[in-house]
């Protein structure tokens, strides 16, 4: 007798006709759970059950299953035109029918009604002590019987563990596949493989055919590899393009993953274990982990390079070692000054204010005017911005307005020219001493110069005036266009 | 002190201005030249090419976030001889580029010379 997958009748013998004493016709296209329904009384829903779990058993493994001894009353119709059921034993081998590419498509039944075999096993029961079989017993079948019997509790115990460790495969974090024959049938696979391909309908399915996208990444000659040595294979952190989500691009994720020979009894080689680990964020993690480092290394060895300059030029300038020191200090000082703001805001950025009041507040608040809006800049103007206030700050401190008792500083700035927008500072000091340009141009007064035409791409202009010293700084804010 | 280098014409990329300030102060001393310091590649670029006149060049690898090495191809090309300069050392340079004279940074006068005398293949003997 022959089921479709929807467990309909497909197809049978005249002898199935004859034992359940049916018309071809009435059953052909019927569910054969309606048709018989596992008989009257109390193991009616039991019989049913466990018939149902043999099919459902050979649809999803693809493999045959036997029920050696299965209790099951049919229904047959009388002469007289009644239906009765008629109390029935079977013995049943379930076989899976394939097509090309592996898929179950129909379900054999090969049925013998082992009905007298064993009403006569029961008299024989009945007759003497079960423990001491009879040569009549063993004759008509009683050993084999129990042999049978006790390969169904066997089966029934191999079922169950069967299941629970296909419970922990479909529960376990990492992703499992089972692979079946030369083709690779996908026959089974758990909820982190589903989710590595985009949760597509795949079982049943060659791999080639099921994830066409892996061609050519190598993945199908090791499965084929794995097949026909034996020999499993290993990668690690191995970069795939995957179909994850339907008729979009293929993401890369990396895995770590092994493929296992799968032998049968006779040692053969049938099929291929996949077992893995998508660890594509760890992945991520060390490369941004080392663009970090990376980027670290260059800037802590810029910054020494940087300190090593300040230390040369400021060497040049000073013959006194305890003023080479003090100035040397200070303006490594104020360098670390603007790290500490920029560290403030994890290196996104600091407010212009603030890098200004960092390097003036040491002479006295009151003595500067800061006015202008909120301007936040990026880390490279404010390190270069805080080494120009620091530099100007000195020099009005050491020759101008912060020099005498009742110079003052007033700061402005604002933003110009909106379509190209540029900074533009005036640091302005009244109420000091009259200066002039000096003879020879110091470290300090290079320093801005270079630092605002080189570092920041902008134009500098200083006034040796009278009433006091000017400094006129416009910096392109859109580098990019600049 | 060798005057070996005396009065070479020597061409300084470099983005931080303290930096190139330190460079040029290193090869005054030496008696050389200083062409720019550029702060960026196209502005490198403009000198590699447009000087009538260039005896060596030091090139910072990272400039502005821009790599350097479309101006060694251009100094390459009219045979003009460079140093590359980096924090990471010969490390950070491409497979391309490995064993050619670079310094480290931070770096030493004589450090400078030796790896500009190599580029120049000039020999104190």
Redesign the interface.
Known sequence: MLLDTELRYAGMNQAYLEVTRRRREDLLGRPIMQEYDGGPGAGAAENARRLLASFQKVLSTGQSDSMAVLHYPILIDQPDGTKTYDDRYWSCTHTPVKDDSGRVTHILQNTNDITELERLRRQVGKLRPQEMPSALDSLIGGGMFRRAMSVQADNRRLEIERRQLQDMFMQTPGFVAVLNGPEHVIQMHNGAYGQLIGHRDVLGRPIREALPELAGQGFYDFLDEVLATGEPFQGRQSPVQIQQTPNALLATRYLDFTYQPIRNDAAEIIGVFVQGHDVTESVIAAERQKLMI?EL??????T???????A??TA?SHDDPRTFAETFQSRIMSLSHTHDLLTRSHWEGADLREVLEHETTAHGLHRLTLNGPNISLDPAMAV?LG?IFHELATNAAKYGALSAGDGRVLVDWSIADLNDPHLAIRWRETGGPSVSQPERRGFGS??IE??V???L?GTVQMHYRDDGFIAEITIPLNKEAA | MTKALQGRRVLIIE????????LE?ILDDMGCEVIG?D?NIDDGLKSATTEAVLDAALLDV?VAGREVFPVADALKARGVPFVFS???GEAGLPEHWRGHPTI????TEGAIRDALMKAMNISLA
């Open positions: 990376d290394n260059h800037r802590v060895k810029n020494l390079a940087t300190v090593q300059s300040i040369m030029q040049r270069s080494m290079r320093l270079r630092n035409r080189h570092d791409a | 983005d931080e201005s303290l930096v190139a300030m330190l102060t310091p702060s990272n980096t924090g990471y480290q940074k931070p770096f």
